[in-house]
T-cell receptor, first 109, second 120 residues
Framework: DQQVKQNSPSLSVQEGRISILNCDYTNSMFDYFLWYKKYPAEGPTFLISISSIKDKNEDGRFTVFLNKSAKHLSLHIVPSQPGDSAVYFCAAVARQLTFGSGTQLTVLP | NAGVTQTPKFQVLKTGQSMTLQCAQDMNHNSMYWYRQDPGMGLRLIYYSASEGTTDKGEVPNGYNVSRLNKREFSLRLESAAPSQTSVYFC???????????????????FGAGSRLTVL
């Protein structure tokens, strides 16, 4: 039973447009949420996080939104760049870090 | 600044063979982790070590053993490899155990580049 779900395995967007990656969770005990980015043949790297007491966190082109009532978070990338093409994992923290299955983002030039 | 280093990067085993994946970090982190990544499954925690001298099971520990050799090194051993253990393995480290908040809030893991293991 996956507690963190990323229902879209892949997403393609045009360069300069907005990318929206979605994540749903089931465990009400999660109190921090993170996004990691992964390039081929590399390990995941931390991108941005949000506490459960907030509903938005912004860092440059990246913004994470949290809707606790819907148990849903999303990552917005604006504007999208070809270098953003990677697999994006959402993750949530209770006792341990639980990852979603990832979304492959492709930004087309 | 190497960060987290894993060896080997690639390995092919036959069913029943044993091997050890090595991991070392040079960031003076207290906690270390082993994850496996499988298609459609994301990263799943195998074992972790909250601090030197302690190890605990994660979500998928069966078929694996670990050793926290010292503060820097955390190894993962497959005693009798099975095809179901074909995967990409990632070692990670962090300043405090996941669930601890540290100074910056969310505890961030630093990952190695991965070890691709194929069991025939």
């Amino acid at each position: 039973d996956q507690q963190v779900k990323q229902n879209s395995p892949s997403l393609s967007v045009q360069e300069g447009r907005i990318s929206i990656l979605n994540c749903d969770y089931t465990n009400s005990m999660f109190d921090y949420f993170l996004w990691y980015k992964k390039y081929p043949a590399e390990g995941p790297t931390f991108l941005i996080s949000i506490s459960s007491i907030k509903d938005k966190n912004e860092d440059g082109r990246f913004t994470v939104f949290l809707n606790k009532s819907a148990k849903h978070l999303s990552l917005h990338i604006v504007p999208s760049q070809p270098g953003d093409s990677a697999v994006y994992f959402c993750a949530a923290v209770a006792r341990q870090l639980t990852f979603g299955s990832g979304t492959q983002l492709t930004v087309l030039p | 600044n190497a960060g987290v280093t894993q060896t080997p990067k690639f390995q092919v085993l036959k069913t029943g063979q044993s091997m050890t994946l090595q991991c070392a970090q040079d960031m003076n982190h207290n906690s270390m982790y082993w994850y496996r990544q499988d298609p459609g499954m994301g990263l799943r925690l195998i074992y972790y070590s909250a601090s030197e001298g302690t190890t605990d099971k994660g979500e998928v520990p069966n078929g694996y053993n670990v050793s926290r050799l010292n503060k820097r090194e955390f190894s993962l051993r497959l005693e009798s490899a099975a095809p179901s253990q074909t995967s990409v393995y990632f070692c990670a480290s962090s300043t405090v155990p996941t669930g601890g908040r540290g100074n910056s809030g969310a505890n961030v893991l630093t990952f190695g580049a991965g070890s691709r293991l194929t069991v025939l």
